[in-house]
């Protein structure tokens, strides 16, 4: 391979790399510019293969207060 055709590789390399960026910029634009007239599309759907045991959460006590008077402050000053 000469200097000559490494050059050309880089460049046509950096070159295409722009280009597929430019090209994703623009169609993420396009997406995000007429999202709101379809719905969205699911790519995946969950399919739980291995069971999950999720924490069962139990009510907690509220915790005693000295205070159990409530006061309420007039709304007018």
Do not use: C, H, Q
């Not at 046509?12 to 969205?40: C, D």
């Amino acid at each position: 391979m000469t200097v000559d055709s490494a050059a050309a590789f880089f460049v046509a390399s950096i070159l295409i790399g722009f280009g597929v960026i430019i090209i994703a910029v623009i169609l993420l634009t396009l997406n995000n510019l007429f999202s709101m007239f379809w719905k969205p599309v699911k790519w995946n759907v969950y399919v739980p293969f291995i069971p999950t045991n999720e924490p069962a959460m139990e009510p907690e006590p509220i915790a005693n207060t000295t205070n159990t008077t409530i006061e309420v402050k007039s709304a007018r000053r």
